[in-house]
Structures are given as C-alpha cells and as structure tokens.
C-alpha cells in the first residue's frame, strides 16, 4: 500500500462488458537526471475530499493525492492515453475535471 501524489492526473472512465470502472492515470515530471514517469491506478474504490485536494483509494490499497489544481495529462500520459484508446476504441474516456465524485458509483 503505497501513497502517490502525481504532479497532474486525470481519471479514466473504462466501460468493458457493460461494466464501468475508473481508474486514476498520473503523470510526474521528471527533470535532468530523471525522466517523466507515470502510473495507472488498480481502481477506484472511493474519494474523499478536502478543500485543495481528492485521495483516490484504489483496490490494492494505494491513495492517490492528487490536487485539485493538476488536473490533466503530461505529455506522457496523454500518450499512454491516445494508446489506450486506439487499443480500446469507445472504452475509454477522461472525466471532466468538474466532475462531482460523490455521484460516482465506484463497481469495484
């Protein structure tokens, strides 16, 4: 269990089977020494807010810390999004950044 707080995140609706689910896709920017980096969440089980941000709780038990502020892609993980959706087409979308978490049901 482990605690992430992406330098910009978005959330991924996935629609499989007539299931949905959402996972949290975050992205860091690296610097001279070290590259961009990113992670794609197990699943969102629930969020919790505070005033400057969201903790995305995932199936494995990780959070995700992500501010409010950062919302949206690196330029890694708008490509590792384009991917998905050319390997998914129609599966996979980005919530928009209002998005109200408390009327979310997670499935997982």
């Given at each position: 269990m482990s605690d992430?707080?992406?330098?910009?995140?978005v959330v991924l609706k996935?629609?499989?089977?007539?299931?949905?689910?959402y996972k949290v896709l975050a992205g860091w920017v690296g610097g001279y020494l070290e590259g961009d980096s990113w992670r794609l969440n197990s699943g969102v089980t629930c969020v919790t807010e505070?005033?400057?941000?969201?903790?995305?709780?995932?199936?494995?038990?990780?959070?995700y810390v992500c501010s409010k502020h950062s919302y949206g892609t690196t330029i890694m993980t708008a490509s590792i999004f384009n991917r998905l959706s050319e390997?998914?087409?129609?599966?996979?979308?980005?919530?928009p950044e209002d998005t109200d978490w408390d009327k979310v049901t997670f499935n997982y």
């Open positions: 992430y707080a992406p330098d910009r995140w996935i629609v499989n089977e007539g299931n949905t689910f505070t005033i400057d941000t969201y903790t995305f709780s995932g199936t494995s038990g990780s959070k390997r998914f087409p129609g599966q996979i979308s980005i919530m």
